[in-house]
């Protein structure tokens, strides 16, 4: 079945497609209300809120798909601030055109997303527009925190060990070969980190600074860091993960894989002390196999890498427009 | 590791001063991102030479190129890197923005397929580049040519570099040329080699890994700190003494040669490539584009000889950055005073 | 503007072939190079501007042993 305009017109065509769709994927008790607002129980901790919108192009891409990008991309950012993601809402604006049997695989791709990152889907909307078949996403989410947590971009403290929780530039690289239309072996790696992170705060570790690496890619996440915290962030080139693909893929199209971004892999600053223990936690998880100890913060300013032949270079953020539409 | 060995060579380097050339942007980008250009003394100076082929393009290419975008009925298509160049009045990006139909390609062939089934747009391709692309090119309009292909025209921007070198050579001023491993790749070592001996010059090519450029750039200061004279082949695995003899000859086909203006340079006879009569049907009028408005200041042409470095410039990282570039050799992210700013800073 | 980057050939069809750069495939025309799949070619913005040959150990050789000899040179001249 296409999708009209009639389908956001707020009417019976509407309820039926919240009702056969959202509804019968994204089941829970505060959703079936159906209430204008989501009542939430109370929370025990400090509230953590963020919002995120998703206008990602091919909508399914090997490793994933708009909808499950949705889901993680708020979850993950919850939980870089040591947050417990607990809530969603979910909007969608969709064109004219689309086919229904589209967006029923994208609300079940984020209903499974959700449930593996044990998150609720409690509220959202529906609007429709006329266009080409195309959907856009916005997530928004909750979570909480211990009133004792601090973790904050601004947090870096120098003698902290970096770590990178796996390979770099995967999501954008993967995104690139379906907008060439090339064949390819890669893969976004588009994934909920949310218990990835709280297997490290479990453990008891310190975590100063959790960022997730995305649109810009890592030179583009530390330079932020670096400048939040007033610190310098030295990168060691030798430990950087880069897989061979995405070592080809930037190789033949001059593509640097430090600006390249991610959706399912973080950066996390901890005490130099704690380093070793914070990593073997997270090749223990499902998402964090691949995790290295990738660099330091010291005293100082700005981003750089110590190269293979032992000379420091600088490290930029990304410039221009990158690629459109990745997330 | 023996690259150690080699790193360590350079470093700590205590031979006679040298000031070197490398004329490649492919090349200052790399020896900035692999962290070679920090490793050499102070003792070194290594400049970049005309090798950017944005930064040698007068600002009337790009208004021409510019002017297709707002014609009706066309679109403008080019390398990635290209959308930025500011023309005297704007950059083909800015054009975009305001309406004008430009949009960039990673293979020029892969427009042939977009012009046959765009019949109604006339497709107009920036044909920039050095020896390494002009094959290309040539393919791509051989092609064009033999499958009647009509909506598809070529604005030509292509330069040959040994007419340059042997203007930076003849001015006596660069103990060592770091020469560019992929143009060799398709005119050979040869023409190199003879440069080298006309003007007793020392001179490499190099390739663009870390292990190759380091390779490179060690046996030029070595050879340059001896003066010896003559041509060293460091990329041997793709850089044959008579280079790709089907490459030279599908660019004699298509293109000839004839003067050129690079910026800053000025007129350099035979360094230009251009349509050859036979397929002029498809040059969108190429020649004679040789005007360029430089503005006040602005010292890129002198940069790009290796005769000033981007801090001597008044407006580099005040009036001129890549934000908003003044110069070529800002606009282009292979250009000299792009990398320096962006990338400069050490330890 | 001089980015080049090798593959590996798998496949030929007249003058293009299906080029793996480790993951992602290409198609690369090749009426510049006289290759066979398996070979390694230079590949320059869709087009094979040369085949690869693999790199000898003996020219890494070479430049060690001009090291070497130019270092004794050195330490000749201050002995002497």
Known sequence: MKIALRHGAGGEETSKLIHDIFAAHFQNEILNKMEDAAVLPEFKGIPVFTSDSFVVEPLFFPGGDIGKLSVCGTVNDLACMGAKPLYLTASFILETGMDSETLEKVAASMAATAEEAGVKIVAGDTKVVEGNGGVYINTAGIGVRPAACSISAANLKPGDAIILTGTLGDHHATILTQRLQMETSLQSDCAPLNNMVQAVLDAGIDIHTIRDITRGGLATVAAELAEASGCRINLEEEKLPVSVAVQGLSGILGLDPLTMGNEGKMLLAVPKDEAEKALAVLKKTKYGKHAVIAGEVVEGTGVFLLTVLGSYRKVLPLRGEGLPRIC | MREKELAAFLQNYKGRPLKLMEVCGTHTSALYRTGLRQLLPETVTLVSGPGCPVCVTPTSYIDKLVEYAFTPGCRVMTFGDMLAVPGSKMSLAEARDQGGAADFFYAPEDVLEKAKTHSDTTFILAAVGFETTAPVWATVIKTAADRQIKNVKFLTALKTMPQALAFLCSRGKIDGFLCPGHVAVITGSEPFEQLAETYSETMVIGGFSQPLLLRAMVRLVLESSREQAGLWNEYPSVVKRSGNPAAQKIVDEIFEAGDAVWRGTGRLPGSGLYIKEKYKSFDAGSRGLNEDRIPPGCLCSRIVLGDALPAQCPHFGKRCTPEHPVGACMVSSEGTCCITLRESGTK | ?80
């Not at chain 3, 080029?19 to 087009?47: C, E, K």
Request: one cysteine or more.
């Open chain 3, 1 to 80: 503007m001089c980015v080049a980057y090798p593959g590996r050939i798998l496949s030929i069809e007249n003058h293009h072939a299906r080029v793996d750069f480790t993951g992602s495939v290409v198609p690369v025309n090749i009426s510049m190079v006289d290759v066979a799949p398996g070979d390694y070619v230079l590949v320059h913005a869709g087009m094979a501007i040369q085949k690869v040959e693999t790199e000898e150990a003996k020219e890494w050789i070479a430049l060690f042993r001009d090291l070497e000899e130019a270092t004794e040179e050195t330490e000749d001249d201050h002995h002497a």
